[in-house]
């Protein structure tokens, strides 16, 4: 979504940009429009463009999600 919120302003294209990878954001600024403006009525969601960093998102989450459970048993009041 950074590719969306640059601005001049913010100068993030020139630093952030080079170093986000494709598949881990929505590389598509017309499907990040979309996010934040919503869909024209009738035209369908573009998973393909979504599938990749829903992926990874999922499993980072929940592989954090994991970690805080195993140190919780670690770490209870027996």
């Given at each position: 979504m950074a590719r969306f919120?640059?601005?001049p302003?913010?100068?993030w294209k020139l630093l952030l940009q080079p170093h986000l990878p494709d598949w881990m954001f929505v590389s598509d600024l017309k499907v990040a429009r979309y996010f934040y403006e919503g869909l024209p009525?009738?035209?369908p969601?573009?998973?393909g463009a979504w599938a990749k960093?829903?992926?990874f998102w999922s499993a980072f989450m929940l592989i954090i999600f994991s970690m805080m459970v195993f140190m919780a048993c670690?770490?209870?009041?027996e």
């Open positions: 919120l640059a601005t302003e913010n100068e009525l009738g035209l969601i573009d998973w960093p829903v992926l670690i770490f209870r009041k």
